[in-house]
């Protein structure tokens, strides 16, 4: 079965930055918009950025746009998000998630069919 698996998440302190990855089982991955969300605790999942399947088009969330950098090699079955500037307000867990049926740039996470298990991301203040 197609699997997403996170990693990169650690403790870091306002103002770092951490770079997540995020890799695929299979290159069919290579053919799906792939996207981060994020959830804090007690919190809904919140769209973070998403990327197509080509690379040519990204959207970002408002709360990170600016700061965070979303990338993907193909070759390698690989998603990045690259995190600088750093806040206590971006502590949450991460996840990876891919939309195997449409190929817009869907900030719902109802529209992703694939998630991975999530790495944690803190920021201490």
């Known amino acids: 079965q197609a699997q997403l698996v996170e990693s990169g998440g650690r403790l870091v302190q306002t103002g770092g930055s951490l770079r997540l990855s995020c890799a695929a089982s299979s290159r069919t991955f290579n053919t799906y918009t792939l996207a981060w969300f994020r959830q804090a605790s007690g919190e809904e999942r919140e769209f973070v950025a998403a990327?197509?399947?080509?690379?040519?088009?990204?959207h970002y969330a408002d709360s990170v746009k600016g700061r965070f950098t979303i990338s993907r090699d193909n070759a390698k079955n690989i998603m990045y998000l690259q995190m600088d500037s750093l806040k206590p307000e971006d502590t949450a867990d991460y996840y990876c998630?891919?939309?195997?049926?449409?190929?817009?740039?869907?900030?719902?996470?109802?529209?992703?069919?694939?998630w991975g298990q999530g790495t944690r991301v803190t920021v201490s203040s």
């Open positions: 998630a891919a939309d195997t049926v449409t190929r817009g740039l869907a900030v719902v996470p109802s529209y992703y069919a694939l």
């Open positions: 990327i197509s399947w080509s690379g040519g088009s990204i």
